[in-house]
Nanobody
Framework: QVQLQESGPGLVKPSQTLSLTCTVSGASITDRNYAWNWIRQPPGKGLEWMGVIHDSGVTDLSPSLKRRTSISRDTSKNQFSLQLSSVTPEDTAIYFC???????????????WGQGTQVTVSS
């Protein structure tokens, strides 16, 4: 069973950088059978995919957030992280980390989610 746990500050001031970490257990973030995502849900809105880091360490980022987003990893700790710069109150959301399970090159339809962490951007 793969488990994911988000951690980071719950309150960030406007113009600062939001940093979150996802700690993974039950699978290695270098395992080719998984891709590791950050997803958020602003209040009253749907889920928004932010980006993914693959087993190789290569990242793909949402075009709408690409200028402000980076995803990195620490393989020694089996963690991957999100940095979102120049935040505004519109970045207030519940932030989730997620693992997509692959079979070969195809998505299996199975995924795992962290419980989510509320981040509020406010002065």
């Amino acid at each position: 069973q793969v488990q994911l746990q988000e951690s980071g500050p719950g309150l960030v001031k406007p113009s600062q950088t939001l940093s979150l970490t996802c700690t993974v257990s039950g699978a290695s973030i270098t395992d080719r059978n998984y891709a590791w995502n950050w997803i958020r849900q602003p209040p009253g809105k749907g889920l928004e995919w932010m980006g993914v880091i693959h087993d190789s360490g290569v990242t793909d980022l949402s075009p709408s957030l690409k200028r402000r987003t980076s995803i990195s990893r620490d393989t020694s700790k089996n963690q991957f992280s999100l940095q979102l710069s120049s935040v505004t109150p519109e970045d207030t959301a519940i932030y989730f980390c997620n693992a997509d399970v692959y079979i070969g090159l195809g998505f299996s339809g199975k995924d795992y989610w962290g419980q989510g962490t509320q981040v509020t951007v406010s002065s």
